[in-house]
DNA sequence: GTGCTATGTGTTAACGGTACCATGCGCTCG
DNA sequence: CGAGCGCATGGTACCGTTAACACATAGCAC
């Protein structure tokens, strides 16, 4: 079905190396030539194989990118950048949803050395995929970590400063008035979690406050793991008066909780959380958070990878480290008065779908 | 760096074949053979060469999704829905991001011929798409369209029912009272707003009220069209008291310009749109809207090219509408009551970060 | 005329895996 | 005891492309 660099040899009366120039920029080949062979391209349709030019090379021209969830808007930001950046050097993006489980992680990592990906741009499940990575890094593939670092394991990385971050959304509260503060978070086998907790405890050790275990709830990052977490933090008594949700799926989970039991944030409880919720700002900006430039984690992370792919496999890894921003709104009950709201909001522009 | 059969076959003292049989099942090799084998597979830790596998097959286990923007919600999760199909089929998928270019589409398209993708699943660009799609027609490369059909050319697609969602939408405008409705909208060579416009268009024709031109503004589907265009309408005199929004992003583009006015949704202006803001609805439901089952779209595109891929390349086109339905919330000040908020309210259930 | 270069084109082998067929061995059976 | 069978294994060729080299022809200098 598909026409060969032979079948094409044969239309043109030439042999198959012949063809091969003419379809890689035609040096070396008589005019005319080249003339009959592009009318023999033309007329079989013919586009060549470009597994077979992957094989001769060795190069594969794709890049993997692993996330625990695409439809998570930061990620999905994410992947944008990245594949920009890759598109504009070449490359191809092969996405996987390792949704958080490091079997399939483990999967998807053989099948990027199994099809000769040229580099990987991964949000590890956690510390345990240090098992994962390693496979990765005995044959120094081109690997970038994003958003999560992996205890005990040095590689090229971009984060954002989740400690200061936590800090920041910490201190607020406080500052508000809030003392009865808990936290949903993750296990503390995720670095980011890590961070934002030892954020948050650190400004609460400067308020002099000591955050019982009670009010420190451990749970997965996503919409179920917030929901279930702030049934248990309703049901504390006495109530603590604010939370703090270590990303923006868990403050919707959180969030739906709350409505359900018909209270109402920031009257009733105030609400904060990591990473902004991509759109929502725009049409009611409400909750307050600390936003991570989302798009840049992408495009930064596919620059490193693109480097170490250009040949500098063998480097001292480099850490990229992105600052987080504050962005006060309604939900945490604030007397302040409520920052502006910078039309372009995010870090990014309205894109077309 | 890589080991191939051939390291393997010499560390054991087999030949290539043998290793090859051991690696695919071990079918037909001695026990005492297949241990010494697998034993060198581990020792180089030998991973087989998926390229050369497909050059071989000519299968290349890859999917091509290519869409207009992965940001957008709704194609995030679409596409997270073909990727979960996808995977337990076997297969990888290649995300592309055609930004609503005809020239990228095509240079997508031919990437997928070139690196031999085994389907496609495309949300296309518009109607002039349809040269871009031929040439895989001629290919019988298995495709299924998303969202949007292409005028003139026919092959399997996933659609909602856009007229039917329109009219509603519209209907329910009327219903509440509002007679100038204004309609942000997309050029007429996108299947979408051909079908929304003409759905909106007959409710208002039942209700016996003529749009006028200027009620129709026509606009890229994306934030900035949507803000752009409700700029113009909040300068029409008389103002409309509704407004129409072709989807979720021109809705936030909408409600970004209205709010810049210092105006309120719904008490000086109704807002409705196509596809739910995802996440949103969550945190504060507010805009009514016409929801389609997102993640629908994407595990039925992708069993349908798995379907083609897995034979049946000749037979004819099939065509599956998906049900939309009405999500009536506060943005166009109906004075009916409000629909429950069922807590499951959209199609999927809340996912992993 | 010989030697040299420049140019255009063809031949061979290789990338890494596997389909296909050949071979060798031990065994059963008439 | 040799034909015949089944099993384990090896040899060869091929998937489609291209790197490396070989070759042929023409032009030019001496």
Do not use: W
């Amino acid at each position: 079905m598909n026409a060969t660099v032979r079948d094409v040899a044969r239309k043109a009366g030439v042999s198959a190396m012949t063809v091969s120039r003419v379809i890689n920029g035609g040096a070396g080949v008589r005019l005319e030539t080249r003339r009959r062979v592009e009318r023999a391209v033309t007329e079989l349709d013919f586009v060549p194989n470009g597994v077979a030019r992957g094989l001769m090379s060795s190069k594969s021209g794709t890049l993997g990118v692993i996330v625990p969830d695409i439809s998570n808007p930061f990620f999905s930001i994410l992947v944008r950048g990245a594949e920009t950046v890759a598109r504009r050097a070449g490359y191809r993006v092969l996405l996987c949803n390792s949704e958080g489980d490091l079997g399939l992680e483990k999967q998807y990592v053989q099948d990027m050395i199994s099809h000769r990906a040229e580099g990987l741009i991964i949000a590890p499940v956690g510390d345990r995929s240090k098992a994962n990575l390693q496979a990765l890094e005995r044959r120094r593939f081109p690997l970038v970590l994003i958003d999560r670092s992996v205890a005990g394991f040095d590689c090229d990385l971009v984060q954002a400063d989740s400690v200061a971050g936590a800090k920041m959304l910490a201190l607020h509260l406080l500052g508000v008035g809030h003392r009865r503060i808990a936290v949903i978070i993750e296990p503390d086998n995720v670095s980011t979690a890590r961070d934002r907790l030892a954020g948050f405890n650190a400004a609460m050790k400067t308020a002099g406050i000591k955050v019982p275990a009670s009010h420190v709830l451990r749970t997965t990052a996503d919409r179920a793991g917030g929901y279930a977490a702030m049934q248990q933090i309703l049901s504390l008594d006495p109530r603590p008066s604010a939370v703090f949700a270590v990303n923006n799926m868990t403050a919707l989970g959180a969030m739906q909780a709350i409505r359900e039991r018909g209270l109402v944030v920031p009257k009733d409880i105030a609400l904060v959380c990591f990473d902004d919720v991509e759109h929502l700002a725009v049409l009611s900006p409400f909750l307050t958070v600390v936003n991570q430039p989302t798009e840049m984690f992408g495009t930064l992370a596919a620059q490193l990878v693109l480097d170490r792919i250009a040949g500098d496999t063998g480097g001292p890894p480099r850490r990229v480290v992105l600052q987080a921003d504050l962005l006060v709104r309604e939900s945490c009950g604030s007397k302040l008065p409520p920052a502006p709201e910078p039309s372009g909001k995010t870090n990014h522009k309205p894109r077309g779908q």
